[in-house]
């Protein structure tokens, strides 16, 4: 038998490749599975975004190959609710057969709604590992508007069905266990890695030992004598963008007239809420662009945002639900202090409550995140220390190897 029949022909999922978190999951795992190991495939609905670029030459993707009616009997079958996704379903079986697959690894319920689909269970041979990356309680009824009963009943049929449910978070793995009524002793928790050195070779870092004591974060950076964050992410409602702008207009005659740097906070990322979010800031702000001193920009799009990262002295994520966030795991990676909402799974980056991590705020609360962005501002040594702890953590829980090791045991099976 030749060596390639040995190995295990994975199939991974993901909607695209456009540079979301389960993209860049996915496309390291793309990039880690051992070859000695596995075959791997990938699927993408869209194939299509930045992260192909960074997908291996010996990974074969597929892609939907089928179009919607563009008239006719064929549109208005399309319009039936499940046409599409049953039709998504199939030709996914087509592939999986055709192509000898061993196992699927479906991230994200998007994927998990194809490859679970009934229309195809007593096709699919091939064992599924499904991965919840974020609190389906929340995450579900926010993402898909309609027909959200009947799509958590697909769902929950699907993961019971799954020979592994992996994930990436307690908060994610504890809210499954609830929304779908899966057992909790079958949901395998298994922490999103980073890889710390593409990380840092990306942002235009050096290679270090991260963690150590160190200057970054400390300093403002070249802004005028304000301390630059940024905020990275698509702007939704759930991303928690329209709470820090309150947060920064709720720091109006709160902050101290001398020794802590005023703010500038970069916006990185485009979505249905920009217009909204740019005219809010727009109506608090002073004459001269500012409330109090604090600036806001809106960015734009930056792929990849590494190097903005890296250039600032502090992130801040004001997300209402997460994972785990890929974005905070690549701030503890380039040495960058945090600033934080305790949304879902972001909660399992600090293992210890007397060594913090992040400045913490609660989810959908202006008041505690202006609270917090105070905080960081006014504590260099805190900033400081903050990143001592979080190198340490991304050591110990999140590094790369240990992770590949983990997941290619599952897919094993």
Known sequence: MSRSKKRTRVLLMATSMRGGGSEHQVALLARHLPRDQFDVHLYLTHAEGELLAEIPPDVKTHSLAFE????????????????????????????VQREGID??????????????????????????????????DVALPMVEKRFVAAKRRLLADAYRRSD?????????????????GLPRDRIVVVANPVDVGRVRAVAGMPSADIGHESERGITPAAHGDRLRLVCVGRMTPEKGQADLIEAIGRLRGRWPDSGVPRLVVRFIGDGPDRESLERRWSE????????????????????PALSEIARSNGLVLPSHFEGMPNVVLEAFALEVPVVATR??????????SGQPTCFWAEPGDPESLAVALLAMAGNPD??????VVA???IRERH?????????????HG
Not at 112 to 128: C, L, S, V, W, Y
Request: glycine share 10%; charged share 25%.
């Open 164 to 180: 592994t449910v992996v994930a990436v978070s307690t908060a994610a793995a504890d809210s499954a266990a609830t929304y779908y």
């Open 103 to 136: 196992v699927v690894y479906d991230r994200a319920f998007h994927n998990t709604m194809i490859a679970g689909h009934p229309a195809i269970k007593n096709e699919m041979k091939a064992r599924r590992v499904s991965t919840i990356v974020s609190p389906p």
């Open 343 to 352: 949304s879902g799974g972001t909660t399992d980056l600090q293992t210890d």
């Open 284 to 303: 608090m702000a002073d004459p001269d662009g500012s409330v109090d001193g604090h600036l806001v920009e809106f960015a734009g799009v930056i792929s």
């Open 68 to 95: 919607q009616g563009k008239s006719g009997w064929r549109k208005l079958a399309d319009r039936w609710p499940g046409t599409i996704l049953r039709r998504q379903a199939e030709e996914f079986a087509e592939i």
């Open 399 to 411: 590094g790369i190897e240990d992770a590949i090791g983990k997941i290619g045991r599952i897919l």
């Open 391 to 393: 190198g340490d953590l």
């Open 382 to 387: 805190r900033r400081a220390r903050h990143v």
